[in-house]
């Protein structure tokens, strides 16, 4: 009673306590929901899709499995069950086809037990049913029974909502299948059942060196893809957690200092040592455990806000499908409390042990500050030097994309210790160049002030630099992005037919036509390198592609090697990946066997998690002999794309799959783009308030304890008013030294960032651009931020009666 | 008529609408109008071979069904099932590929007097992973087989294996065909339902099984059923009971009884002289009685039979080899080998739906 009683006369104490353990958990649990419910999509998608772990057998070079070789297999005791997959879109809407076949599914997949597959007779005859998810009907604005057209002018089976199939899917009979994708008499993989039932030959002897088997792991694409948006996310919602931390660890080490008379008192009428630890645990378990349930509330609040901006991110970069409706699994809770929990008895350690280790008749010792201070200074300078070697040494070292978290990590830790340091001696520096009285009060003053403000000014120093860093990178991403956009997307008009026929024919009128002054074939195949999926392009020699196409690397002929059919262009993720680089050789698996190919250049494909390669359409042709032949742009005068876009449509009709025009191609991509950036800006606000909230903490905190070191000035003859502003001046000072300091550090993030994480995380590596814009703009958030801060102390402050600060005089302090 | 009808149709039925625990004869209902499109069942349509051990693809189900009762050297007796059936989902034109309408299923089991093992396999038509060729004779399904000896068509091999089984058997033919009812065209109800319906009951066997991992050299006969038809059965069947009987004579029995829920129960068969003449059983010749039930997995199933027929002095009793002989496939029903004593000694299978 006599501990609690401390809370009721300290109110802001509390709340700040209070709000810093529920935001730290908020933006952590936030943080953590939206990954679960990627990851929750992700499974789902994978159980079905993949048939739940199982594994599969694929062509051994990536391309289809004719409908002979699966019977040779299911003739030999093969438990297979064969599946087509492939994409379509509908409108604006891009789909995933699943064809199954549900007689021999194996009976552990969830598709064989779901309903509408089992309904043999209307799944497996025409016109079929197609089974989507009811968000996926929704996004289509589709109804029950509808049958939408897709970009290939098929019809698909009556559509029937199913809240078992994953976002994004279509899941038909295999027949359907192979219809709408134009793969009569193929399939593209074969499900393996877990125990098979009739003793199995080495695949080798069944069917040769056609086919291959995967384990399921090679399967989940999606989840090793996203993997490096989720840990971004996670990083930053770690770094938020941090920051909360050190509000909770600030405001609980006040409150141990100013309960320690108390503790002393109730130590010396004889209460045991071990009942007020007992009492003091109780107290952050019970505050963790309550401040915690609100963070989580608002976590969620966080996460169902952020959710579609992460569900068009994860879609637009990665084709991923993440259901729209937030649904948290009790594990989140446990996990968010039990997190929140453990970091709020982390800040509290180090007041518990001091507690616990006190002699019971010592004396406060508030005016041994300095020495104290200069020794915990010197402790926090070895932290520091410690995490920047680790940093330094996990460079030079360390591979991986948690390499470059640990880097990072390193880096902003040892900032941050430094922080301290570096404004103490800003501060001895100012105070040896004090004139007056004042003057030099204030410099001494404002280092003494340093010790119970730094745990605040590292937190604004690290979302400051956050801030830097990820706006660096956005911005610098951004540059480079809409540049190599405009390299890359020349051609005035795209467009793709609904078949070879009419592809072949719209292009004849094209070729026809005085204002097209170019017809440029993109044709598409796909194989996959060292497991990888990749897209191969074939394009013709075109004096677009030699002027226009960014290249990173290059031979000195490039275009002409590449020409002559034996050299490819390969993306910088693809080279990264294997390991290419221009001259390497490069064997790459085609429908008709392995074509030996060198590299002739590299160039950048940023925001695509596929790999890619270009090569000359004949050497294409020659490779992939039944590619779809469908795709082409176009060279027009700007002004004239929209007339000859109108004149196509009207010529051609429902020929046309798909038609775009440059700019709103662009702007497509652009809108990706900005999505993906909107929750890392988001996440990237939510750190600096959080930040802001530990500064507003400290100075409260700190507010009463002032009153004793202003008490003597104001008694020399300092006005309160002329006392408010100075105050307010060193706030300022501390956090503009604070904000040129972060600068630096954000820099450094930024390199840490487009330098190690993007590469490992994406595959590609960014021109660091600076944008000295944004350093004033940090000064500024800076400066607003402790203004913000210091206006309730401030106002306290001017407040305070005489009689308060005479008070000082008459205690013992 | 064969009762086996009956359980193609709810096969049928079954990959329509998929009532996997239903009673079979709750599905029966409503098949008349799934027929339409399909062939029909008429009478004065002269079975011909080999033909007409292939497909019939416009008539909706057929089924390829073989028995075999087996001993081994110390006398041991063992019974084998080997299943194929077709299905057509629609009726309409052909279409190849998995666009295919038509769907098979096969089912195999081997059964001691302790054991009973079977298993299932579903497979699309279209693309050759189950079929029936009429001539070779070859029917399969994944890696089961059931395929005459291109030179010697009166012989032939079957092979199935499940996940603790499996067996390769060599048939060979010792008697002629046997027409059921009016040369083939065999009548399931007395409103006139029938389907096409014939059987080679004169198979001698040799071969060997695999029964837990231990190899067995078996002998014994075997009966053949070929049997096809569009048209459903009356709504108020429930299931029927099959008899097939290899007479120590050398004689032949088959016989059938068809459960109605309201009674009146309809019963029919075939007497086979051991020359291979046949002789249509009369509804009121027949008497089939059952004396012992056996309670599997809730369902109480009669597995010891009375079988009188008056005509021909037959007073026997029929005995499972192991009561316990449930087929549990996607329909659900009793097959297993019999042992006959009475008047006549013997052996045959026994088959029983809708308990």
Known sequence: ?813 | MSVRCIQACAAAMLLQVTVLTATLADGFAGLGEEARGFAEVVPGRPISLPRDFGTHDDFRIEWWYLTANLHDSTGASFGVQWTLFRNGLVAGPARDGFATPHVWMGHAAVTSRTAHLFTENLARGGIGQAGVDAEPFRAWIDDWTFAADAARPARATLRASGARFGYTLELASEGPIVLHGDQGFSRKSSSGQASYYFSQPFYSVHGTLTLAGRDIAVSGQAWMDREWSSQPLSASQKGWDWFSLHLASGEKVMLFRLRSKSGGDYLSGTWVAADGTAAPLDQNDVALTPLVSTVITDRKVPTRWSVHIKSRGLEIEAAPLNPNSWMGTSIPYWEGPIIVSGSHRGEGYLEMTGY
């Not at chain 1, 800040?347 to 020495?371: D, E, F, N, S």
């Not at chain 1, 050299?567 to 693809?574: G, I, K, N, Y």
């Open chain 1, 1 to 813: 009673m006599t501990l609690l009683s401390h809370w009721r006369r300290h109110p802001a104490s509390f709340a700040t306590l209070f709000i810093g353990l529920a935001v730290a958990t908020a933006l952590w649990s936030g943080v953590q929901a939206l990954n679960q419910q990627a990851r929750s999509s992700y499974d789902r998608a994978a159980a079905v899709i993949s048939g739940g772990g199982l594994r599969s057998i694929v062509g051994a070079q990536g391309g289809p499995i004719s409908e002979a070789q699966y019977v040779t297999l299911r003739r030999d005791g093969w438990k297979v069950s064969p599946v087509v997959e492939g994409t379509a879109r509908v409108g604006d809407v891009a789909l995933r086809l699943l064809g199954v076949e549900p007689l021999t599914l194996p009976r552990t997949s969830p598709l064989a037990t779901m309903e509408g597959v089992r309904e043999f007779k209307a799944f497996m005859t025409p016109p079929w049913r197609a089974l989507i998810a009811p968000e996926t009907l929704a996004e289509l604005k589709a109804s029950e029974g509808d049958r939408p057209l897709t970009d290939r002018a098929r019809q698909l089976p009556p559509l029937q909502a199913n809240p078992d199939v994953p976002p994004g899917l279509v899941l038909i009979d295999i027949a359907a299948a192979q219809d709408i994708l134009d793969r009569r008499g193929r399939v593209t993989r074969l499900m393996l059942a877990p125990k098979t039932e009739a003793p199995v030959d080495d695949l080798k002897a069944v069917a040769g060196e056609e086919l291959r088997l995967v384990e399921p792991e090679e399967m989940q694409d999606l989840e090793r893809l996203t993997e490096s948006f989720h840990m971004n996310l996670t990083a930053f919602g770690l770094l938020a957690f941090f920051v909360g931390l050190f509000i909770v660890h600030a405001s609980m080490g006040l409150a141990f200092e100013q309960r320690l008379p108390a503790v002393r008192t109730m130590r010396a009428v004889g209460v045991s040592q071990h009942v007020i630890m007992g009492a003091m645990l109780a107290e952050v378990v019970v505050l963790a455990l309550a401040a915690g349930t609100a963070g989580m509330i608002c976590g969620y609040a966080i996460a169902a806000g952020l959710l579609p901006d992460v569900t068009a991110s994860l879609e637009g970069l990665y084709g991923a499908h993440v259901a729209g409706r937030l649904a948290v699994e009790p594990a989140w809770w446990i996990s968010g409390l039990a997190m929140t929990l453990l970091g709020a008895i982390a800040a509290a350690a180090v007041g518990l042990v001091k507690t616990y280790r006190m002699p019971v008749l010592a004396i406060a010792q508030p005016l041994a500050w300095r020495q104290a201070h200069e020794r915990h200074l010197a402790q926090q300078g070895a932290l520091a030097a410690a995490a920047l070697a680790v940093a330094l040494l996990t460079y030079l070292l360390g591979t991986g994309l948690l390499a470059g978290f640990i880097v990072i990590a390193g880096v902003l830790v040892g900032a941050a210790l430094l922080l301290p340091l570096a404004l103490a001696a800003l501060l001895v520096a100012g105070e040896s160049r004090a004139r007056s009285a004042l003057s030099q009060w204030f410099f001494a003053d404002s280092r003494q002030q340093l010790s119970g403000l730094s745990l605040a000014l590292m937190a604004l120093l690290l979302a400051l630099a956050a801030n830097v860093g990820v706006g660096t990178m956005v911005d610098g991403f951004r540059k480079t992005f809409t540049g190599w956009l405009d390299e890359r997307l020349v051609s005035e008009v795209y467009f793709d037919a609904t078949g070879d026929a009419e592809a072949d024919r719209i292009a004849g009128w094209l070729e026809r036509r005085s204002d097209v002054t170019a017809v440029l074939p993109f044709w598409k195949a796909e194989t996959r390198l060292a497991a990888w999926p990749v897209d191969v392009f074939g394009f013709r020699d075109h004096a677009t592609y030699r002027e226009h196409f960014p290249l990173i690397a290059a031979a000195s002929d490039v275009w002409d090697r590449v020409h002559a059919g034996r050299a490819v262009l390969v993306s910088e993720q693809l080279a990264r990946r294997t390991r290419l680089a221009v001259g390497s050789p490069v064997d790459i698996p085609t429908s008709i066997g392995i074509w030996g190919a060198e590299v002739a250049g590299i160039y950048p494909d940023y925001g695509n998690p596929k790999g890619q390669l270009r090569i000359d359409l004949d050497a294409l042709l020659s490779h992939w002999p039944d590619v779809r032949r469908t795709s082409y742009s176009l060279r027009v005068a700007p002004d004239q794309a929209a007339a000859l876009i109108r004149s196509m449509q009207a010529e051609f009709g429902a020929a046309i799959g798909r038609i775009i025009d440059q700019s709103s191609l662009k702007a497509i991509s652009t809108r990706i783009f900005e999505k993906t950036f909107a929750v890392t800006a988001a996440l990237n606000s939510l750190t600096l308030i959080v930040s802001g909230i530990a500064l507003v903490a400290s100075l409260l905190t700190l507010g009463n304890q002032r009153l004793a070191q202003m008490a003597p000035v104001w008694a020399v003859g300092v006005t309160r008013r002329r006392l408010a502003t100075l105050e307010l001046a060193k706030i300022l000072l501390l956090a503009a030294a604070t904000a040129c300091l972060a600068i630096p550090l954000g820099l450094a993030l930024a390199w840490c960032l487009v330098a190690i994480v993007n590469v490992e995380a994406f595959g590609w590596r960014l021109p660091l651009h600076v944008f000295p814009a944004q350093w004033l703009e940090v000064m500024g958030l800076a400066i607003l931020t402790s203004l913000v801060a210091s206006i309730a102390p401030l106002v306290r402050l001017g407040r305070t009666s005489a009689a308060d600060l005479l008070k000082v005089f008459a205690n013992e302090r």
